[in-house]
């Protein structure tokens, strides 16, 4: 059993960054690849970044190759969501989760976090 909690969301200009945390209990952290969503109103859940057990697998949704990178810390049970060059359009609520292996499918992912919101202003 894992439970995540994101925090670091919040309201930022167009051009801004935030880093989004996901804080994991348990002690089988490292055993789970990452993985980061989001959802707009009205749209469905889409993926956004994940990472393997070890760091080594990370791969990207186009929409934010080269302005978010994923991370994890396995000591302190965490995973990282630094997004840079933010805009209108990744206004969403982000959501971690954990999965077995990396995947791009919510459907792969086992546990989820209650989400935190960010908001790009223009």
């Known amino acids: 059993q894992v439970q995540l909690v994101e925090s670091g969301g919040g309201l930022v200009q167009a051009g801004g960054a935030l880093r989004l945390s996901c804080a994991a209990s348990?002690?089988?952290?490292?055993?789970?690849?990452m993985g980061w969503f989001r959802q707009a109103p009205g749209k469905e859940r889409e993926f956004v970044a994940h990472?393997?057990?070890?760091?080594?697998?990370?791969d990207y949704a186009d929409s934010v190759k080269g302005r978010f990178t994923i991370s994890r810390d396995n000591t302190k049970n965490t995973v990282y969501l630094q997004m840079n060059n933010l805009g209108p359009e990744d206004t969403a609520v982000y959501y971690c989760?954990?999965?077995?292996?990396?995947?791009?499918?919510?459907?792969?992912?086992?546990?989820w976090g209650q989400g935190t919101q960010v908001t790009v202003s223009s």
């Open positions: 989760a954990a999965a077995a292996a990396t995947s791009t499918w919510t459907y792969d992912y086992h546990y």
């Open positions: 348990g002690r089988t952290f490292s055993s789970y690849a």
């Open positions: 990472i393997s057990w070890n760091g080594v697998n990370i």
